[in-house]
């Protein structure tokens, strides 16, 4: 019913620049909020930055100054811009997207397949 295709991740320097893209389709009636998660090898996933449909944004600690998302309505689309990236950065990283699909459904979670970024040193 609904798919998040991710793209641009990559393998970047220390220090370097990287930008994933997210486009969510199918039957979504509103998207309450989009954003991007992480998991690195033996760790949890974990948030790294949303943006809700009232414009409220959230970042993890570790990538503030650092990391900047953005989303275009129109097109259901997130972006993340990486800059200034660290080796502890590696992961692979998830969109995610909170949709309704119906006017009557409850927001449901829904994640991408994965993108996988390497910061080198």
């Known amino acids: 019913q609904v798919q998040l295709v991710e793209s641009g991740g990559g393998l970047a320097q220390f220090g370097g620049s990287l930008r994933l893209s997210c486009a969510a389709s199918?039957?979504?009636?509103?998207?309450?909020?989009m954003g991007w998660y992480r998991q690195a090898p033996g760790e949890q996933r974990v948030l790294v930055a949303n943006?809700?449909?009232?414009?409220?944004?959230m970042y993890k600690e570790s990538v503030k100054g650092r990391f900047t998302i953005a989303r275009d309505n129109a097109k259901n689309t997130v972006f993340l811009q990486m800059n200034n990236l660290k080796p502890e950065d590696s992961a692979v990283y998830y969109c995610?997207?909170?949709?309704?699909?119906?006017?009557?459904?409850?927001?449901?979670?829904?994640y991408g397949q994965g993108t996988q970024v390497t910061v080198s040193t």
């Open positions: 995610n997207a909170v949709i309704k699909t119906t006017v009557t459904s409850p927001p449901f979670s829904y």
């Open positions: 943006m809700h449909s009232d414009g409220r944004i």
């Open positions: 199918g039957r979504i009636f509103n998207i309450t909020a």
